[in-house]
């Protein structure tokens, strides 16, 4: 999409959402405009400075599985609750 064509949709949001006034179009489209410049400076991706790993990539991506942990003792489970007498 080009530029010109971004601050004309904004500009036209912008008259809707004023309830559509007649004889702004010029504050419509230098808002617009504006509102278009900083989306771009937004959007541009700023370089990241390279950062050293102290282990390979590889390494880094294993995961560690642990056990769940074990019921604890006199704790009543839903299981007991729900049991019929023998």
């Known amino acids: ?5 971004r601050i ?5 949001q912008i008259w809707e959402a004023e309830g ?11 808002l617009a405009s504006r509102l278009a ?5 937004v959007e541009t991706p700023t370089p990241k400075a390279r ?8 390494a880094a991506a294993e995961t560690v599985e642990t056990p769940p942990a074990a019921p ?3 704790a009543s489970s839903s299981r ?6 023998r």
Do not use: C, F, I
């Open 51 to 58: 950062v050293s790993r102290s282990r390979p990539r590889a």
């Open 37 to 41: 410049s900083e989306t771009v400076r």
């Open 72 to 74: 604890r003792r006199g």
């Open 8 to 12: 004309r949709e904004l500009a036209y």
């Open 20 to 30: 559509r006034p007649d004889g702004e179009q010029d504050r419509h489209w230098t």
């Open 80 to 85: 007991r609750k729900n049991e019929q007498p």
């Open 1 to 5: 999409m080009s530029d010109e064509q």
